[in-house]
């Protein structure tokens, strides 16, 4: 324990009570009995009621899951083997670094003009396949491209931690290319592609610009539709959605912790 | 049977190996020792396939198997950082090399079974690598390897990760599995204790060559030259001129049994070949003063002088420091050096 | 070229290796120069194009679109696209510097708790980091509203009309973008503070040092890792940042991520976005480069 300066604990107390009075004000309204205004009108549950029978609500939330799982396993597959071709191999230098790259694309590209380009590119291309009309294919193709780099880096990160140790020795007792890869490398790399998995699904989850310029008028997702009603004027159903996406999004943090720290003690 | 004959490797960073050749019996143990860098892990990985010579070739019952595939070698390793696969039991571990070839189940089983028995860990089966000490992911490594019955089995520095005194048993240990098995063992590593105890041949290897190669005993009593004698055991090293039937050294004429083809040299004697004695010896005496004295339990070292002479002696005889002593250097344990 | 060698235990050659590494490599590659470095291009390529009275793109190049952002517009010159590049850079740059402000004394609080609290502080940070940006723009939003105790304080002092909100204005956007970055700061410099060698602090103590040059010397040299991915996480996409400023800053205060999305959206005018966001993709590049230079002055210990 070391003394600080009083100033340190009412700044960092600060910046937190900064980070949560906005979003539990949310939580505080998503409750309160008042159609219009601000004012605490007494408790009620019933904004939540009305957020299940909206039916515009329960298809974005379905949009919502099926674009974060769709992408998510693809993204997670292609990514996998991305790294292991990246890491694994004995690339010329000058070619990896090309390929290194072309991985960090998606990371350093401002959201925006990734999302502008996309934009573009399925527009040209709309010319010439119709399958590219804005809506869901759009959107999954979207999410992959960035998921795929999110989920090469960190399965690359455990892999350059397996020591090359493990596939020699099971090299030295006998074992073939495809029972090393199922035996040995999968098994040890499973912390690095779930959590990999779960990083891009939480990034599919939260995107709202990519999923802004590739959406079509039936593939609203959960954060489109906050953002086109918070345009239009606010209604308590949106209270009362947020926070329920800021529940869901505390449970997913304690599991992925609980996952981390359970895969740090093996 | 293992043969080795001229294997040569070189890395972009320099030669590795240059010209290594050895040869060794069906049922010996074999330590290669030498300081780190000496190119004595590459040697061990080109036996076990997994490194390529740029030459030379590596023999094992008659057979070349210079180019081939680690996993179709009769070899097992036991690795220096073990390598146990840490998702897997200690029994699916041991059972990792006959899965692979597709073993029947119930052979699987009665092998593995005996292999953990045969390390003493029969009852841990169920455990994990991380649920383990040092000493028992030893065992498991060493039953892992040896449950495929390879003719050849290696071992990278098995001992580094123990402590001192577990070393000692695990030592015993080995020499015994070995002895009981006949098979070839070879081992690696730095400790020069390790190799004399384990080992019935030792190779001594300095920047990629193998300085001598022999029985341990051979190695330890008839050291070919400084570095063999520095590098295994204390050694006192004395400059020396050829003389008839012997050598004339700063500590007078000195009688020895090797042959001198040279007219000025070095001789090499272990502490222990320095003898007291309480009165002027017949042969090779010479008077000194005792300018240390290092107690050590079992023996007392006494460091001598005019020169540096160092000896062992025992306790009981009570050489204090200034002692004027009388030692006789054995003339079977001056050794003639090479250079 | 066909000469064995043993890769990983395997023994095999360089030709076969490379064309089973490429058989893992290429799908991911492949997918990313299909669907973002093609299309970059694209947008380069279409950055030239003119907009069509429907606004679809017409194949006719020019260099209209660079002139128009530069301000050379029908009604002679005006600075407004370059107040807009220009605020943008500008807010990046204070919404990051407030974050590292805020972020070294919360990560050096938590750093300081006991360890089982300590993983319950910091998930704190990790919380708001994972909501979506959506929420937490509007979270704001509610928070400035005009029946609530901020707005009410502001119009007691004086500062707005009664029965006002305090957005849209330049003040809830830095708000906003400050709360949205926050943890994207934090979260990389714990990582550094935790791993803090705290001997070099004492050392430092132990020869007279002031406050300020044990931080100069002990303790900013050790979190400089953790506080360039911390800059890197937070000024790119805060450049290009534009739900917080369309929520929070209005036509007011736009920034160049507003700019985009509207011809994107309302203006449907493709080919000066497409120019607006190579602007952008510019801005970045100079950033990055930047970034890199300082990273490599300063060897991280």
Redesign the interface.
């Known amino acids: ?2 003394r ?1 300066h009083w ?7 600060g ?2 009570a ?6 539990m ?2 939580a505080v ?1 998503s409750v309160n009995n008042s159609r219009f ?3 605490w009108q007494g408790f009620t549950l019933k904004w939540y009621a009305k957020l299940f029978a909206n039916e515009q609500i329960l298809e974005a939330a379905w949009n919502t899951l099926v674009l974060a799982t769709v992408s998510t396993v693809i993204a997670t597959v ?2 996998t ?2 790294a ?3 890491d ?4 010329p230098k000058r070619l990896f670094s090309a ?1 290194d790259i ?2 960090h ?2 990371v ?7 999302a ?6 399925f ?2 291309l709309r010319l010439v396949f119709s399958i590219f009309e804005p809506g869901l294919l759009n959107m999954i ?2 999410h ?2 960035f998921q ?2 999110f989920v ?1 880096l960190v399965v690359r990160a455990r892999l350059e931690a397996i ?15 495809a ?1 090393l890869l199922r ?2 490398m999968l ?2 790399l ?1 912390p690095g592609i779930v959590g990999g998995a779960m990083l891009a699904f ?1 990034l599919s ?2 995107d ?2 990519v999923s ?2 590739t959406a079509g008028p039936t593939s609203v997702t ?2 489109l539709y ?2 086109a009603i ?1 345009r239009r004027g ?1 209604t308590p159903e ?2 009362a959605l ?1 926070t329920l ?2 529940t869901a ?2 449970v ?3 599991l992925s ?1 609980r996952f981390t720290r359970k895969q740090n003690k ?1 | 049977m293992l043969e080795a004959r001229g294997i040569r490797k070189t890395h972009p960073g320099g030669t590795i190996l240059e010209d290594v050749s050895l040869a060794l019996a069906g049922d010996e143990t074999l330590a290669v020792v030498g300081p780190s860098g000496c190119g004595k892990t590459t040697l061990l990985r080109i036996i ?3 490194e390529l010579p740029d030459s030379g070739t590596v023999m094992l019952s008659g057979q070349k198997i210079t180019t081939l ?4 070698r009769n ?3 036991v ?1 220096q ?1 073990y ?1 146990l ?4 039991s200690l029994f699916e571990n041991v059972a ?2 006959l ?3 597709r073993f029947p189940k119930s052979e699987v089983e009665a092998k593995v079974k005996t292999a953990l028995t045969m390390v003493h860990m029969e009852k841990l089966g169920d455990r ?1 690598p ?1 649920q383990l000490s040092g000493g028992q992911k030893q065992r498991v490594a060493l039953a ?2 040896l449950v ?1 019955e390879p003719e050849v089995l290696l071992l990278d520095e098995p001992m580094s990760a123990l402590d001192a005194k577990l070393r000692q048993s695990v030592q015993a240990e080995l020499r015994q599995l070995q002895q009981s098995l006949g098979k070839t063992f070879i081992l690696v590593t730095h400790d020069q204790e390790e190799a004399l105890t384990v080992s019935d041949r030792i190779a001594v290897m300095r920047r990629g060559r193998i300085e001598q190669y022999g029985p341990a005993r051979e190695i330890y009593e008839k050291p070919k030259n400084r570095y063999v004698a520095d590098f295994l055991g204390k050694a006192n090293i004395i400059k020396a001129r050829r003389a008839d039937g012997g050598a004339l050294t700063d500590f007078g004429f000195m009688r020895t049994n090797g042959k001198m083809e040279w007219e000025e040299g070095y001789l090499a004697i272990r502490p222990e070949n320095v003898v007291f004695h309480t009165q002027k010896p017949a042969v090779n005496g010479v008077e000194l003063t005792a300018a240390e004295v290092f107690y050590r339990g079992d023996h007392v070292e006494v460091w001598l002088e005019p020169g540096t002479l160092r000896m062992r002696a025992a306790p009981r005889r009570g050489i204090a420091k200034g002692d004027q002593i009388w030692v006789e250097l054995l003339a079977s344990g001056l050794v003639v050096l090479d250079e | 070229m066909n000469s064995h060698l043993v ?4 023994l095999t050659t ?1 030709r076969r ?2 064309r ?10 492949i ?3 299909l ?6 291009l ?2 380069i390529v ?1 950055s030239f194009t003119t907009r069509g009275a429907y606004g679809q ?1 017409e194949w006719t190049f020019t260099l209209e679109n660079f002139k128009r952002l530069c301000g050379f517009g029908l009604y002679g010159w005006s600075a407004d696209y370059f107040i807009i590049l220009f605020r943008s850079v500008h807010v990046a740059f204070w919404t990051t510097l407030i974050c590292i402000l ?2 070294y ?2 990560c ?3 750093a ?1 708790k ?1 360890e089982r609290s300590r ?1 319950f502080w910091l ?6 980091f ?7 723009a ?6 400035l ?1 005009p ?2 105790p901020l707005a009410r304080i502001a119009n007691a002092l004086g500062l707005i009309p009664e029965g006002t909100p305090l957005y849209p204005s330049s003040f809830a956007v830095y708000l906003g973008m ?2 949205t970055f ?2 994207f700061v ?1 979260l990389p410099l714990y990582s550094s503070v935790e791993k803090l060698d ?1 001997a070099l602090v004492e050392a430092a103590n132990d020869l007279y040092a002031g406050k300020i040059r044990v931080f100069l010397h002990a303790i900013w040299p050790q979190t400089v890792p953790g506080i360039s991915v911390g800059i ?1 996480l937070t000024f ?2 805060a ?2 940042m ?2 917080v400023p369309d ?1 929070l800053g209005g036509a007011k205060y736009m920034l160049v ?1 507003n700019l ?2 509207q011809q ?1 959206g309302t203006s449907r005018d ?1 080919p000066f ?2 120019a607006v ?1 190579l602007a ?2 510019v801005l ?1 590049l100079v950033a ?1 480069q930047l970034q890199r230079k300082r990273g490599k002055k300063v060897e991280p210990i």
Do not use: C
């Open positions: 324990m070391r600080f100033l340190v604990p009412l700044t960092a107390l910046a937190l900064f980070l949560y009075v906005p979003l004000a949310v309204f205004g601000l004012s292609i990514g083997i991305l292991i071709g990246l694994r191999y004995p690339w390929l072309n991985l694309l998606p350093v590209t401002p959201e925006i003009v990734f502008a380009a996309l934009a573009v590119a527009g040209v193709i979207g992959i491209t795929v780099s090469a020591s090359k140790d493990y596939e020699e020795a099971a090299r030295d007792l006998y074992a073939d290319n029972y035996r040995v098994p040890l499973k939480t989850l939260d709202f610009v802004f310029f959960l954060p906050i953002y918070v606010v949106i209270h947020s996406a800021l999004t505390v997913l943090v304690m912790e093996e | 076990a396939g997994l595939p680690a996993n179709e070899v097992n390793t690795f950082s390598a696969f840490p998702h897997l990792f090399g899965r692979s070839r994990f991380h892992r390897a495929n | 890769w990983y235990g395997e360089l290796l490379l089973r590494g490429l058989y893992f490599a290429a799908p991911g590659m997918w990313i120069l669907f973002l470095a093609l299309p970059s694209l947008l279409v793109i805020l972020s004394p919360l050096f609080y938590i300081n006991p993983y998930t704190l940070i990790i919380i708001p994972w909501t979506n940006l959506v929420i937490r509007y979270a704001w939003l509610l928070v509203a029946q609530l400050v709360a926050l943890p934090a705290w890197t790119i996409p450049m290009g534009f739900v929520f991520g985009i999305q994107f493709w976005g497409a966001s952008l993709m970045t990055l």
